[in-house]
């Protein structure tokens, strides 16, 4: 498959491009970026000095002309500018930013304080978290790539209330990141000494992802779900920990029974013990595991994936994987790194 990055020099796109470099079955024929078009990837991530890319302003009529599938991986309200034209060129489209995430317009616009500017094709495109909507994903021409926090909680939540385990008004998501989740633009919160030693909270109340769970968990639950999420931010590089905590009255059978459902997932782990950021960094895996406190009457959830992998660029290819018939793991098999 003929495949185009569009922001391929962020982080998530980089990590993308990363990834399509080992993919068997995928060629990369246009790396845009509009920061270092005329520059190689090699010059802006060394790291890429065994497979470069050339770096390319955007042309739309030529990725159209040579492309299958294109990724777009561009700030939230710039995507819905440019994938009605990718749509119109006749390519398929995965997008990783939370513009096509949503099932209704207005939602979107209340959580990201803008217009959206392509709601029409809200109707047409399917959430890209391939677990849930695998059967969906397969004929789709648009993906809206799921976000990394709403991924580990997702995951780690769905099953429970799609069997009614939980109680629905209890839910308290507590997640931290590394600080690739906040890209690669240069912010004063970011820089080394403000983060280097510190550990804190953003977006209390107010963070995006919240609304984009509430829409997925509503699904699963067959009712209106709310819920507290509460992000914080860790002196790390990368990788998401969710701790999650809901009241419940199940037994350790029932949750276990629950899970099942992803027991032949091959990027959905449960595990007996609780995981860490470092089981998971470098994969496309999310380790899940639980434990249920008596005392209280609550379960509480831990889940870890990697941010930049199984809650971006991974998902992507998991999906471009699940579009064009390829085995789901191929490019993605790789063990994390735990050192």
Known sequence: MNISVIGATGYSGAELMRILSGHPNTKVVHAVSKSFAGKKMSEIYPSFLGCDYPLEPLDIPAICADSDIVFTCLPHGTSSE??????DGGVKVIDLSGDFRYNDAAVYEKWYNTKHGAAHLLNQSVYGLTELYRDKIKHAGLVGNSGCYTTSSILALA???RSGLIDT???????KSGVTGAGRSEKLPLIFCEVDENFKAYGVASHRHTSEIEQELSIAAGSEITLSFTPHLLPIKRGILTTIYASTTASKAQIDKAYDIYSNEPFVHITNTLPEIKHVIGSNNCAIGFKLDERTGRIIIISCID??????????VQNMN????????????NIGWYL
């Open 307 to 316: 941010n930049l992998i199984k809650g971006a660029g991974g998902q992507a």
């Open 322 to 333: 699940t579009m064009c018939g390829y085995s789901e793991s191929e490019g993605l098999n």
């Open 159 to 161: 099953p429970l209330l």
């Open 82 to 87: 440019v994938v009605p034209q990718l749509l």
């Open 169 to 175: 008004g209890s839910i308290i998501i507590d997640a």
